[in-house]
């Protein structure tokens, strides 16, 4: 397609001095800074400089009202020993894997449900997607009322209409219990992403693979294990490092339904960077706890971002 | 296709001077967003002359109501404009944190016992209006003394302390022909064990030892009743070490009331402030330790409880009784520009009628911090408002039996004593182990805020 | 299968719904426990006029509409640059957006409270405005760069040929076109600011102030029984986003899986 410059307006033609500098700077320069600018005021001024100022912090001692001192890696040192820290650890840890590995297969469930032949599929997709939507705060106060040991509904419906049990559960106050009780209302608020991610996916496997397959003699289950499975292998892997960075850092719902407790047993770690800056009122040590795995975090985000951005050129 | 296109392309065309335009938009768009945000900001921090108040949200809320009311009209009279904010039990400390972080903390405001020595270095020299409110009034009784000053020196005027005691179901102790009980163990668990009924969900006693201002107050005193403490005679460290066995005993009555006794309902170590008094209220409990507001709400609401419940002094242990106080106190914020209206805002609201008329809504919560109001005949109009008072008058201060200092208070302030609770309740770990661990965060502690 | 889960996923939803229509003395002698036995609408009465619950409701919305605005437009148009016009240093703004959401406000929360403290914006809703687009943006942004890739180019060529200036094709044809696209971005910012916790817990201290996630969260420890007006301040604070949902449920989905994850 042959153009010749003086069909272009003004925008295009090229001057001498732009020339170098579009060489440079690539072809539309001028209009991209532009447009680029609000975004990386906003990443450096909102992100950049916290997370900096955010180091300097950790290595000093702060207590309220008083200016910081700084101690290098006081606080660090001082927080592997600690055992309330690195049980914290722990809880994170196991909080978001059980998460994250039940919500991926109670996602692959969602999606698999929804793409079989059910009338008013988008109606059940929307019903679905509702614990994504909801407001967190509100579900985890509604799930804090559920299991409320003495007037909570649960409870009611396990002892007084089922009978299943004697008497009330503490959900939120036995040891393993509360942790199974939170990673639960976790599952709950997060499978229907990890639901319509995988339905997307699988609604991007040609049906010409299936029907191949079935003429093939493959049973479902082969079908799903060699077909399902790998078509939605890219996103699979996004959404549940996705969902591993998220859980791993989330705040409101142990916050709301146990505050970490009973007796640090469902502690993680945002928990206990809130706790150890308000409650302990230790700034300097809080922003540690909230640093401590950041290499960990960055590794998993490296590769996340790497992933996502493979999937777009795709 | 074509022809949309054509025509967009058209439309184009006659817009050569979009370029211009957008970037007239665009500016605009940031300016006034840019302006838009200078006038939130400065709306947000419209600082006239405005005093700001921060009151405590007791769950007693007849007597918030008329405080609220009482400085509302030292406004109208002062001609001053005054803006509330409330803290709760579960929101109290952060906001303190934040509000003084930030550097905007209100002028004057209503706080715990832990409140004057934690946040000393934001708060104002109020000496000589305390000593010119405690003259008159006979002086400050010694719990509520030691906990506003620091080496004579006053950071909080106290205003009150927290009546409350051991509410008990008479009606249930009457009918098993039990007697009230004075310790916790025996009498206690044997009422406790006794009087239950598992089967109709009713339970002998609710004693949370989770991280809240009932668990913690229930730790500090049980550890006193065995003969043990936190601190020593000289303010050093003591849980692991000067007063191990006692301690220890301490500690295992309290783990086994949860676990060995079987007298508590499920999800005990869960709860919050208010669990205890939602249970009792539901016919769930045969006694609890509560604040006033536990007797205030039943009254309050004309539950059919009310009747029936008596309130006793706190129980005991081996060593005696012993139960902690909680005066609140006025804490003035050095940051205010409005000093002298804050003291008089105090003095305002101290004044003996005021104060009456607070007293008598608070049905026992606002207990008195002056020797004065100790006689007052309010006291006796009701039986259980004697239990009351009578708990307070014995009120020992937080440290005991060492001084009360920032340490000692931080120790609470951190729930240190629950987290002990809970390690053995739930982390499974021995009571020995517990009391060693807990040991070692409160002599972290006593190092951070000896150095401060 | 398929109502399993939707019992599962709607009965909290009921649940708080009839909670909040029920008497402080119905929950507390639990009698009739699946529905209000009398329906009483006494716990809204108490929510609106003997709590801030207005003043939140006021606050929240103010915070997300401004949040959704600045959000669509900065996000709108940093998309397409990222998604289209070649430039230097294009891959690693991409990229740079892309972590940028992904650092979690759980490490930020206390540098970015302390930044807006010294700014003076401490306590204020213009600090949760200024802070929202940390998270909203990234996410309108990456989820619009999806979408304008998902239009063909030919059509912004063909206008320029016909004279279009860059910017012109991007106006003209670009942004019309992808008009569902901005729509379901700008709802999920709004969804965001919306239900935003830890920031508007940490950055605001006065009660008046608040925004409904902590103001909610805040009956927790504030009054004994408070269940009743706090299910009628969920049931009122899920409303909005559960009707905007409804009402633009396809887009919504249209976007996510278009713009949102591809693989």
């Not at chain 2, 000289?234 to 060995?260: C, H």
């Not at chain 2, 109001?373 to 006796?380: L, Q, T």
């Not at chain 2, 770990?429 to 502690?445: C, G, N, Q």
Request: net charge positive; glycine share 10%; charged share 15%.
């Amino acid at each position: 397609m042959a153009i010749s410059t003086a069909q272009l307006p003004g925008e295009l033609t090229n001057r001498p001095g732009r020339v170098g500098l579009k060489r440079v700077l690539g072809p539309d320069y001028r209009m991209a800074y532009l447009f680029i600018t609000p975004i990386v005021l906003l990443v450096l001024s909102l992100v950049a400089y916290p997370f900096t100022y955010a180091i300097y912090l950790s290595m000093t001692h702060k207590l309220v009202g008083l200016p910081p001192v700084f101690v290098g890696f006081e606080n660090y040192i001082r927080l592997t020993w600690d055992g309330f820290f690195q049980r914290a650890v722990v809880n994170s840890f196991i909080f978001t894997f059980g998460s994250v590995g039940f919500k991926l297969v109670l996602g692959v469930v969602m999606a698999l449900v929804l793409t079989a032949n059910i009338r008013w599929r988008s109606f059940w997709t929307g019903v679905l997607l509702i614990p994504w939507v909801a407001p967190t705060v509100v579900s985890a106060l509604n799930f804090l009322w559920i299991f409320d040991g003495s007037l909570g509904v649960l409870n009611y419906v396990l002892v007084r209409v089922l009978g299943v049990l004697p008497q009330g559960l503490g959900w939120l106050s036995e040891p393993g219990l509360a942790m199974a009780s939170v990673v639960a209302v976790n599952i709950w608020r997060g499978f229907p992403f990890f639901g319509i991610s995988f339905l997307a996916g699988m609604k991007a496997i040609p049906a010409e693979l299936y029907e191949a397959a079935e003429v093939d003699g493959a049973s479902v289950v082969q079908r799903f294990r060699h077909i399902t499975l790998p078509g939605i292998r890219n996103i699979m892997i996004i959404v549940v490092l996705l969902s591993t960075i998220w859980t791993f850092n989330d705040f409101q719902i142990i916050y709301i339904l146990t505050k970490g407790g009973p007796g640090g047993t469902t502690m993680v770690m945002p928990v206990f960077t809130y706790e150890t800056a308000f409650g302990a009122q230790r700034l300097g040590e809080a922003i540690a706890v909230a640093l401590y795995l950041l290499p960990a975090l960055a590794v998993t985000i490296m590769v996340l971002a790497r992933y996502m951005r493979k999937g777009r050129k795709a | 296709m074509d022809r949309r296109i054509r025509q967009l392309a058209e439309q184009v065309d006659a817009h050569h001077i979009s370029r211009r335009e957008f970037v007239r938009r665009t500016a605009l768009i940031t300016g006034s967003t840019a302006v838009g945000l200078g006038v939130l900001s400065s709306m947000a921090h419209a600082q006239g002359p405005k005093m700001r108040v921060w009151l405590f949200k007791s769950y007693v809320t007849g007597g918030n109501d008329i405080l609220a009311k009482q400085v509302e009209g030292w406004a109208a009279e002062r001609k001053v404009q005054v803006e509330f904010d409330w803290a709760t039990f579960g929101d109290r400390e952060q906001k303190f944190v934040a509000a003084i972080e930030a550097g905007n903390p209100p002028d004057i405001a209503e706080m715990n016992y832990q409140g004057p020595l934690r946040y000393r270095p934001a708060l104002r020299d109020v000496t000589k209006l305390a000593k010119d409110l405690a003259a008159p009034r006979g002086g400050l009784l010694p719990f509520a003394e030691r906990v506003a000053q620091l080496n004579g020196q006053y950071s909080g005027i106290p205003r009150l302390v927290f009546g409350g005691g051991l509410h008990i179901r008479k009606d249930i102790l009457a009918e098993k022909g039990l007697k009230m009980p004075k310790l916790y163990d025996p009498d206690v668990l044997d009422v406790a064990r006794k009087c239950q009924d598992t089967s109709k969900d009713l339970w002998g006693f609710g004693q949370t030892l989770n991280r809240c201002d009932d668990g913690n107050a229930f730790m500090q005193n049980i550890l006193w009743d065995y003969g043990g403490a936190t601190w020593d005679k000289d303010g050093k460290p003591a849980l692991g070490t000067t007063y191990l066995k006692e301690n220890m005993a301490a500690l295992q009555f309290a783990v086994d009331s949860i676990q060995k006794h079987k007298v508590q309902p499920p999800g005990v170590m869960s709860w919050t402030d208010v669990s205890n008094n939602e249970a009792y209220m539901a016919g769930k409990l045969v006694c609890t330790n509560n604040g006033a507001s536990l007797y205030y709400a039943m009254g309050a609401r004309k539950h059919p409880l009310y009747e029936k419940t008596q309130v006793l002094l706190t129980p005991g242990g081996p060593a005696g009784t012993f139960v902690a106080s909680n005066p609140y106190c006025w804490g003035l914020f050095k940051a205010s520009k409005n000093a002298e209206l804050a003291e008089d805002l105090v003095r305002w609201v101290e004044d003996e009628k005021r104060f009456e008329e607070y007293m008598t809504a608070c049905a026992g919560q606002a207990g008195t911090v002056y020797k004065t109001r100790a006689e007052h005949p309010y006291w006796k109009s009701d039986p259980n408002y004697e239990g009351m008072l009578q708990n307070i008058l014995r009120g020992v201060w937080n440290g005991y039996p060492g001084p009360l200092t920032p340490a000692s208070i931080e120790v609470q302030a951190q729930y240190i004593l629950c987290d002990m609770a809970g390690r053995v309740v739930v982390g499974g770990l021995s009571v020995e182990a517990a009391l060693k661990e807990a040991h070692k965060r409160v002599e972290e502690i006593h190092r951070i805020r000896s150095r401060a | 299968m398929l109502v399993t889960l939707a019992l599962v996923v709607l009965f909290p939803f009921y649940w708080m719904t009839i909670t909040s229509f029920k008497s402080e003395e119905q929950m507390r002698s639990v009698v009739s426990m699946f529905w209000p036995k009398p329906i009483v609408t006494e716990n809204y009465h108490q929510l609106l006029s003997k709590t801030d619950f207005a003043a939140w409701y006021g606050n929240s919305v103010f915070v997300a509409v401004s949040s959704t605005l600045v959000a669509t437009s900065v996000g709108t148009i940093g998309a397409y640059a990222l998604a289209r016009l070649r430039f230097l240093g294009r891959g690693f703004m991409a990229s740079a957006t892309l972590i940028t959401y992904l650092v979690p406000p759980s490490i930020l929360f206390i540098p970015l409270y302390a930044q807006m403290r010294n700014l003076g914006l401490a306590n204020s809703l213009a600090g949760l405005i200024a802070a929202y687009p940390s998270f909203t943006v990234p996410f309108v942004t990456w989820l619009l760069m999806g979408y304008f890739e998902s239009i063909p180019e030919e059509l912004e060529e063909a206008a320029m040929i016909d004279g279009a200036t860059r910017f012109g094709a991007f106006y003209r044809i670009v942004l019309p076109l992808s008009a569902p696209g901005v729509l379901a971005a700008g709802l999920y910012a709004f969804t965001q600011a919306w239900n935003e916790f830890l920031y508007a817990l940490v950055f605001i201290t006065d009660g008046r102030l608040r925004t409904l996630p902590v103001g909610l969260a805040s009956f927790i420890t504030g009054d004994v029984y408070g269940w009743g007006y706090l299910m009628a301040g969920a049931v009122l604070t899920t409303l909005p986003v559960i009707a905007a949902y409804i009402y633009l449920q396809k887009y919504m989905v249209e976007g996510l899986t278009a713009g949102g994850v591809k693989g």
